[in-house]
């Protein structure tokens, strides 16, 4: 775990080498690696690379012009695939980071071999449900102080940006998502701050996609259901190809 030099910007980056395929995990907006991985690096840790970073104006990584577009966050990890990486890998992120893989997926698809993106969203018109005020409390202003490069009062700022960036962005199309050809399963809890259907969409315009609904599970899953959300996980990494008999009366059986 250590600073890189990410095309001119001081990036926390940390790594957990083994001889296997890469794997990239993107924690969620307003996060941080360090909040993500050790909720999800179970089902994984031992048969991927694990690659991460904190985005720019999350976690130890400081702010800059255009850190919280969408876009630009694309940019950012494609960057890092390509500078720190060196290979095409897999992706698995939740919630904005979910949706950076879908975006990386439809720029560089060359780039991408699967994704597991766990409560995302595709567009920013999925009925959000975002709450009402923004509250800033004590122990995010410490998390941040204790982390962050920047001046504390910046944590006002980049909240405020997310908020607002979120009221307008991602503007993935259907179009987009179903050029995405690489194994992607989308994972989302049953109470999740978009509409289920906008899940179901997601999975439906994705020609190798599965899909798994968490029941009893708000957005986090992989800190409320693990033990649910775990299985999932490896069964995808074990048949990623699979997507299941799509006519259940297509042969005579005793289920």
Known sequence: ????????????????????????????????????????????????????????????????????????????????????????????GHSDGGIIALMVAIARPELVLSIIATGTNYTWDAELTLG???????ENRAEFAERSPDAPEVLDQIIHKAYEVWA?????????????????????????????????????????????????SPHATHKVKPHLLYPIIQDFYDHPEARGESNPFSEVSGD
């Open 168 to 216: 307008t962005e991602p503007n993935m199309t259907l179009e987009e998502l179903a050029t995405i050809t690489c194994p992607t399963l989308v994972v989302n809890g049953d109470n999740e701050p978009f509409s289920p259907h906008h899940g179901v969409d997601l999975f439906q315009a994705l020609p190798n996609g599965r899909l798994a609904i968490i029941p009893g």
């Open 1 to 92: 775990m250590a600073y890189i030099n990410l095309r001119g910007h001081l990036t926390w980056s940390v790594e957990y080498p083994k001889k296997a395929p890469p794997l990239l995990l993107l924690h969620g907006g307003l996060s941080a690696t360090e909040n993500f991985t050790p909720h999800i690096l179970p089902p994984v840790e031992d048969r991927f690379h694990i690659y991460g970073y904190d985005r720019t104006g999350h976690g130890r990584t400081g702010i800059r012009e255009g850190f919280y577009h969408f876009e630009f966050q694309r940019d950012e990890a494609i960057a890092y695939i390509e500078d720190v990486i060196g290979e095409p890998t897999h992706i698995l």
């Open 132 to 138: 009402g005020e923004v509250i800033i409390t004590d």
